[in-house]
């Protein structure tokens, strides 16, 4: 395998633009597929950096009647194949070096699904549970106004992400629209159906999750009735996941998690039970159908589907492994750390790896779909649009499957450099502007 030495990603004044440890992790990641592509060093930093990077205040009135600023970032990596695209994140812990790893992946992810999309990520360092209905509306409202001389239709759009949802959408939409003059749907994705959203957008991701681990059992010749699964997480991606590996593939779901407690019971879980008690609940927390495990041991508990559909970085160089599963398949964003993935390229024979940027990809290309029937005022149904999902989902599948095997080298590598040579390429036919 092609690795990297561990000299930061440029000089140390640009690093500390993005100082945070996942950007630097994409960086890692970054590296070793420019080596493996040889390219060039000249353009190692003009594929790495962002186009742009933005970080906004957000004064917002609270219930209470005080005064409380937020902070907001939006990173474009590139726009060498078309406008940026990436979801708007809520989460306590988001940075601009977070940001703009995420951004950084989501073109290499559009890339490789040959979308005409630069990578794009965005959000505001808050925790939405804590606020009300109203609160979280002049977040949103507040982080939409601050960010229209920045966005459009042809240079950026919006989507979903962890912490924000079809209504953070629609409040997003209304603000862009509003700012217009006129309905601009298309400015965002991942809206309500009622005004230009795309059926199956929400399930969009967890049903392309299941679509490539059927195709790995396929191609590994397991039987998916004597197979079990774990899910890590339990939210939009990894509900989904787990509904369709228990109701249509017929996988025994064996664990699930969320941020509040992992649940495993080997004779299998009640998924539409543990749906259920997350729409009364809220979490998983009460919810009694196995016995609870602590998190850094959930994922090493034996399965033959692992399914990290929760935060990045949870798969190390300590637990790598550990790990029991015959098919690791990566819903999450950065879930495995370059460290972890050493491990695994050793492994190779015992765990089949569905890369993020190929297994998580459903959610970005229906949003595809959705911004080209808002740009063109015309709709597909729903099955149709998984038709369409699950043929894009099939040519990546195999071309990274293909590279890999004539390559020797891993699914991420291969998946990866897919991704960044469409990339270079296009950065180097359009070139520089003088």
């Known amino acids: 395998m092609f690795r990297m030495d561990t000299q930061s990603c440029a000089d140390e004044s640009m690093h ?20 493996y592509l040889n390219i060039d060093k000249n353009d190692r930093e003009w594929a790495t950096y962002p186009k742009r990077a933005v970080a906004v205040t957000l004064p917002v009135h609270m219930d209470d009647g005080s005064t409380r600023a937020f902070q907001g970032y939006r990173v474009q990596h590139h726009i060498a194949l078309g406008p940026t695209k990436g979801g708007t994140r809520f989460a306590p812990s988001l940075s601009m070096g977070e940001t703009a790893a995420l951004a950084m992946w989501m073109s290499w992810k559009c890339a490789l699904a040959q979308l005409p999309y ?33 966005v459009g239709p042809h240079t950026d759009i919006m989507g979903p992400d962890m912490g924000t949802n ?70 939009n991606v990894g509900s989904v996941a787990a509904l369709s590996l228990a109701y249509k593939s017929g996988v025994k779901v064996v664990g699930i998690s969320d941020a509040y407690a992992a649940i495993y ?12 008690h997350m729409i009364k609940k809220g979490n998983l927390r009460a919810f009694d159908q196995g016995d609870r495990v602590e998190p850094g041991e959930f994922l090493t508990l034996p399965c033959d ?5 929760a935060v990045d970085r949870v798969i190390t ?41 190929l297994c998580n990809a459903g959610g970005v290309i229906v949003s595809y779909f959705e911004w080209v029937q808002g740009l063109q005022a015309f709709l597909w149904s729903e099955s149709e649009v998984t038709d369409k999902l699950f043929r894009i989902l099939e040519h990546s599948f195999a071309q990274v499957i293909r590279r890999a095997k004539d390559h020797k080298v891993s699914h991420r590598t291969a998946a990866m450099a897919i991704g960044v040579e469409r990339v270079i390429k296009a950065k180097q036919v359009r070139g520089l502007f003088p």
């Open 118 to 150: 630069g990578g794009a990520k965005g959000g505001v360092a808050i925790d939405p549970t804590k606020l009300s209905r109203t609160e979280l509306e002049a977040v949103s409202r507040r982080y939409m106004q601050e960010m229209i001389p920045f």
């Open 317 to 357: 160089g300590k637990n790598a492994g550990q790990l029991k599963c015959r098919i690791l398949a990566e819903g999450a964003n950065g879930p495995t750390t370059p460290d972890a993935d050493l491990v695994l390229d050793q492994r190779w024979d015992e765990v089949f790896v569905i890369p993020d940027i």
């Open 265 to 276: 019971n080997p004779k299998g879980i009640d998924v539409k039970a543990a749906e259920q």
């Open 166 to 235: 079809e209504q953070i959408m629609a409040w997003f939409m209304d603000t862009y629209s509003v700012y217009m003059g006129y309905a601009v749907n298309e400015i965002v994705t991942g809206k309500p159906v009622a005004i230009g959203g795309t059926e199956g957008r929400r399930e969009a991701t967890g049903r392309g999750v299941v679509y490539l681990v059927e195709r790995a059992m396929n191609m590994l010749k397991m039987d998916p009735e004597k197979c079990t699964a774990i899910v890590q997480g339990f939210g």
């Open 305 to 309: 589907i692992l399914a990290p559909c």
């Open 16 to 35: 500390t633009i993005y100082d945070d440890e996942v950007f630097q992790m994409a960086c890692e990641q970054f590296r070793v597929i420019a080596d």
